[in-house]
């Protein structure tokens, strides 16, 4: 089992920068990929970016290519993962999950997301 909490959303305005972070504990070890999501009001769940655990490889969504940014910092034990959010538009508002594929390729354990809001 691998426990996900997200951290950083907020409100924030049009232009503006925000940076998630999620923390991995438990069996780190059994990661695959970790990626995250958003899920915007009335629309479904969707995959934003994702990395590799092993490579490091990132890949991100037409809609936040070049604006987000997925990266990864150990610091001793402790390993997090970041998404960087720059020039946030309306429709970037969402909750934002944090996602680790453990021993596949699905994603099979969430944390409880986080909100961000951008409005003028």
Known sequence: QVQLVETGG???????????SC???????????MGWFRQAPGKERELVASIDWIGGQTSSADSVK??????????GHT??????????QPPDTAVYYCAA????NEYNS???GTRVTVSS
């Open 110 to 112: 969430w944390g409880q």
């Open 10 to 20: 907020g409100r924030v305005q049009p232009g503006d920068s925000l940076l998630l």
């Open 23 to 33: 923390a991995p504990s438990g069996a780190i070890g059994q990661i695959n990929h």
């Open 66 to 75: 070049g604006r987000f940014t997925m990266f990864r910092r150990d610091v």
């Open 101 to 104: 594929a453990l021993f596949s």
């Open 79 to 88: 390993v997090t993962v970041y998404l960087q959010m720059n020039n946030l």
